[in-house]
């Protein structure tokens, strides 16, 4: 057997150098005004989340996060219809999950989860978001400037007052409103970067609630069976020009362009389609 | 006894625990299986990244990637593999060996003096890393087989190899190959990935390929050998999901006579790629295809042939289609592929830029490393990511001409899959 | 002395205050319990409590309820056996029943349960999400070869690819009954339901009528000993040709279709005489070995330039080898008939006892088709007492491909269970080929119950997958680690490959 090498390196000897990965410190915020900076470079998200509850409970209006790169649960079960948070990188799992009124811009792209279950508020995504996107959300606006994923909007529902509006500038992958139950989602196709249809398959399956429209057309392989597809007419255009406007100054778009082109409409044809489904025993 | 020529001297008994040299008992030996006889849940995180130009990138890369993605595990399994990391030994198999103590070193290097040339044994750099412990003792050696005893058993020396893999594992108690390819390497234990980096010193060295991978498995890991990847000569394997059809895969695989005894997902991917892409020669974007196979209503939409060869594929690998959540990244000397499901129910990110190929659970993990990446997208359900480093090949093995059950046992090391090793 | 020893199993009770005196039930009635003397007698020997007459009494006041006739307990000797006694004493003949095997054996479905999904793994919605059925039936290769296309793609090797299976939307068929044994309207529903599912009715060994000549897409032609309608276009009538060497309900014995059950249709269709008894030989006399079996499976390939061809048998204790022999003599698929199987006839004591369960016939044949490295080359058809979805899944999961179902296919169709197919009075119209008995079934409204029955246990399928966390059912197919029994002893679990529940 050919001898230890110098080469070795014996492992006591070694001097212990920091491990990559997120630092276990509780950030420094910065505070101008009623703005909050944190920058979050290697933050682990809980003491991250934790710096910026205790900024808005301090009073900031305004927390801009610095250097974000996965860090979960940004604005995640936060209240207050005044705050707002801007995050600068790609932000983690989960972001605005529960989210109660807060507006969170994101400069980057998000990745999944994005505005689960949230019930009030804003987010603004200049990058891509991920899959299962606005999953359960009851109200609150989700305007997304790229592409998304798989499952888009599932299960957006409304509820009294409450309308969830969603809309998405790029393409989508399959499941597109799955189960929707109400609110509106949008899909324009405009700012992508992937290849293929503007929306995969699934589009609308289960859907029971809400409206779905879409910037072109969609053949039919591609719609749920719960769903009816038509152009959509002068008083659809009329409905949705607010929700346009509105994304259109988030990220500084024409809104006549986004209109120029015709709209697809999809809404469920049937409040209960599994009626016929079920024998009861 | 197929297996004459590497088995003049075996142990033939096993030793139920064993106190080393210095009387500290270090327990019972643990042999190289997964935790239990049953299927193993789990979930997981991953990472591949491959220079096209075959570029070295430091092995800071797979760490930084996979840290910012660190609560996809639970701090029970971490791994990486890094390709064209042993520059000065490009020629050389490389075997990454874990000891649970001296004798199995003993056991192990006795086996390897009296088949292989060594030309270099070495512990494995390592640095103490607050919370890893119960390492056991690494070692690696660089050596090739034995001309003689290589003629005698008329074997490709990649056959040869893998029979050592295989009697290591399943015959040394205590011994491990934890990777035994070319210019290549498997670094893993029981912790959180860039701890298990930062253990192994992976900064130190250089790869055009690597993968990472952090595992949050639902049982209690046993010891280092069940981390991830899962490595066959230089193939590795990472994989983040559950593959809800592991019954009918595995039964599928041992029709053609792989055994599938860790009740892991990744065995059962390990092996179809070997049966699909070494055995039966499929092209690397078809056997992806059959692993997860588009629905019938987009096979149907196809134009012929097309939907005529995805129609085979599919009644015919059916039973081999991993149905369920799952992303996997296949490491090889020439590069990556990276996959997941059917209708994506895990997700994957890839991103270009100049001639870097990446794929990550999260895109965190891309942007933590790529600077300024040409393109970040999500790759749609069941389309391969493809990477190839060039000049170095597919990953199809033709030196190796191994039967299933001897890749299931040089993968398991495993006593139910090793029975064709007999020892007079 | 008394005309017989045997009481009526059964007691007819009419509420005549409610009787409208219709005559209804005299009318409807194929076992001619019913006379009429201003309001309607019953003789309740005669009645096998099909319940024909209670569905169709516009007043609702027929009951049928069991002769409690007291007999002294002897749990060695039930009423039955006594009865079987008297019975034989009577007449000197071998006891000829209908359906299947009625005796209360284990039923292995009963102790095995499915698997789902819980966190590590989703369970998948099946109506909203892709849940796929689709089956091919039929020889597959080991492997896909491919060749480049020259244009970055691929094609298909010579003869590489799964051309010649067929194709099942779903997989259920309808497993094969005559006609002779069942009526046309039974032949006609089952080969349109086929039609609109997108699955395969089976002509059984009676022929194919002519009616059924545009169904031929969604018909497996049966040639068995009997050799009745066989001929070249009759073998290129349908999608595959299925070789019946044996039935569940009567493994090892021959079939006899009574003289005045062959009508001019009847006669026409199976190239028989009118009047004249229709024999199924037990054996086939062109096989006595498997050599044989490879010699008829080629021949029959030779004449419908390669069609699928199936092999059916009984499953009996020696299954696993002699399915691996069939796949072995270039069968495309083993079609596997258990214990439980119907029947339109056959002796009760064959019935009640030969054979095995289809679940241990399935267990036994797919994992030696396994251990042998040819289960690609066939696909398995499990029959004999599919009762419901769940036998479906169960079955499927311990390796079957498609399941066959004619029991529940004919309850689709009014049948009652009342065993009594062999006396051509089927008064459901089901059984016989009386005119007036065989117009009650309408094919259109047939066709739709079975469609709807089938759809239902599709729907009951896709349920179950989903739990499962898979959208494929190739990915349940043989797929025993997401079975667990309940009360099975080690050694049938064994054989089954399944664990116990709780491992």
Redo the contacts between chains.
Sequence with gaps: MTPVTELTKPAAAEVAKPIEGYLQVVPEARVDGGVATIDARGIYYKHLNEVVRRCLADGAKKVVLENVNGQRYIGTGLKGAGTRIEVHGTAGQDMAMFMDGPTVEVFGSAQDGVGNTMNAGRVIVHGDAGDVLGYGMRGGRVFIKGDVGYRVGIHMKAYETRHPVMVCGGKARDFFGEYMAGGVLVLLGMESRIEGPLVGGYIGTGMHGGVIYLRGEVESWQCGKEVGTFPANEEDLANLRPVLEEYCEAFGMDVDEVLSVPFTKLVPVSHRPYGKLYTYV | MRYEPLLERMPTTRIPSFTDREGVSRGERPRYAEEAPFKIHGGCGLMGICDESGSLMSGQVPIRAMAVQRDRGNGLGGGFAGYGIYPEFPDHFCFHMMYHDLRAKEDAEALFDRYFQVDLAEPMPTRPVKGIADAPLLWRYFLNPDPHKLDEAEMTPEDFVVHSVMLINSTVDGAFVASSGKNMGAFKGVGFPEEIGHYYLLEEYEGHTWVGHNRFPTNTPGWWGGAHPFTLLDWSIVHNGEISSYGINSRYLEQFGYKCTLGTDTEVAAYLFDLMLRRHQLPIELACKALASPLWSEIDRMPEPEAEVMRSLRAVYGPGMLNGPFAIVLGFNGGMVALNDRIKLRPLVAARQGSIVMVASEESAIREVLDAPDRVWAPKAGEPVIATVAGNGSPVHSDLHLSADEVSCAVTGMPETCETVEVS | MPISLIQPEFKVHIDYDKCHKCGRCVQQCGWSVYSFNERPIPDDSKCRACHRCVTYCPAHCITIKKNDLALRDNANWSPSLRQGVWRQAETGGVMLTGMGNDKPYLSIFDHLLLDA?QV???SI?P????M?L?T?LGR???????TS?GNG????AEG????K?IKLDVPIIFSPMSYGSVSLPVHRSLAMAAERLGILMNTGEGGLHADLYPYADNVIVQVASGRFGVDPEYLNRGAAVEIKVGQGAKPGIGGHLPGEKINREVSETRMIPQGSDAISPAPHHDIYSIEDLRQLIYSIKEATDYKPVGVKIAAVHNVAAIASGIVRAGADYVYLDGFRGGTGAAPQIIRDHIGMPIELAIAAVDQRL??E?I??QASIIAAGSIRSSADLAKAIALGADVVAIGSAALMALGCHMCQGCHTGSCSWGLTTQKPELTRRVDPEWGAERLTNLVS?WS?ELQEILGA?????V?????????LRSIGLDEQTGRILGVKPAG?
């Design positions: 999904c590590t793994n989703p919605d109506l909203r999400e892709p796929e689709r091919y597959k290769p080991s492997a896909v070869e491919v296309d793609g691929f094609r298909l590489a690819g799964v051309q299976n396994r251990d490295g289960r690609n239902a729907h499962l966390g898979v959208n494929a190739e990915s349940l197919r043989g797929s025993r680690e997401r491992v």
